[in-house]
T-cell receptor, first 113, second 114 residues
Framework: AQTVTQSQPEMSVQEAETVTLSCTYD???????LFWYKQPPSRQMILVIR??????QNATENRFSVNFQKAAKSFSLKISDSQLGDAAMYFC??????????FGAGTILRVKS | SQTIHQWPATLVQPVGSPLSLECTVE??????LYWYRQAAGRGLQLLFY??????ISSEVPQNLSASRPQDRQFILSSKKLLLSDSGFYLC?????????????FGSGTRLTVV
């Protein structure tokens, strides 16, 4: 079964600086999809960014970008110019067509002012 | 556009009482529906998922059950709550053709069993 590993239980970043959250996954498939979700203190789960494995170009959404390394099975999230509103729990997730999402255990991001 | 509604937002129930949490989706048909539970500061535990009316798959044996009486309605129930049922419950939906666009989550229900 596919697994998703987030090895950083907690991370801290100074406001306006850049932080990278790590995610690795295990799969034997070549076609799949990866996601980062944000869960702020309200606990609403929000989709931050999505990556299709067959696309070599890294996805970006404003201050959020990913570093997708398919051979290494790595999918890290970079947050630039961190803001207080970025403080949240971040979940990495993996899926293949027709299958359920597999979530990592999450990384708590704290933003210091 | 598609929206997902989940209620109630907060619930405090005594041990041994019944439970009913409801989730409905608008703007789509034949969605895949999911119930997750999350302990404070922890990850997501998939409880149930459904690919159609009356079709329920249980991921973890629980004191809970789920039902899908209508295409866009998903209900989480218990006949007798336990203290260990406390937690944050999230409903989610995905396109019935696959999950390649991820899940859309409801706003959650915070359940406290006392």
């Amino acid at each position: 079964a596919q697994t998703v590993t987030q090895s950083q239980p907690e991370m801290s970043v100074q406001e306006a600086e850049t932080v990278t959250l790590s995610c690795t996954y295990d799969t034997s498939e070549s076609d799949y999809y990866l996601f980062w979700y944000k869960q702020p203190p309200s606990r609403q789960m929000i989709l931050v960014i999505r990556q299709e494995a067959y696309k070599q170009q890294n996805a970006t959404e404003n201050r959020f970008s990913v570093n997708f390394q398919k051979a290494a099975k790595s999918f890290s999230l970079k947050i630039s110019d961190s803001q207080l509103g970025d403080a949240a729990m971040y979940f990495c997730a993996y899926t293949e067509y027709g299958n359920k999402l597999v979530f990592g255990a999450g990384t708590i991001l704290r933003v210091k002012s | 556009s598609q929206t997902i509604h989940q209620w109630p937002a907060t619930l405090v129930q005594p041990v041994g009482s019944p439970l009913s949490l409801e989730c409905t989706v608008e703007g789509t048909s034949n969605p895949n529906l999911y119930w997750y539970r999350q302990a404070a500061g922890r990850g997501l535990q998939l409880l149930f998922y459904s690919v159609g009316i009356g079709q329920i798959s249980s991921e973890v044996p629980q004191n809970l059950s789920a039902s899908r009486p209508q295409d866009r309605q998903f209900i989480l129930s218990s006949k007798k709550l336990l203290l260990s049922d406390s937690g944050f419950y999230l409903c989610a939906w995905s396109d019935g053709t696959g999950t390649i666009y991820g899940y859309t989550f409801g706003s959650g229900t915070r359940l406290t069993v006392v």
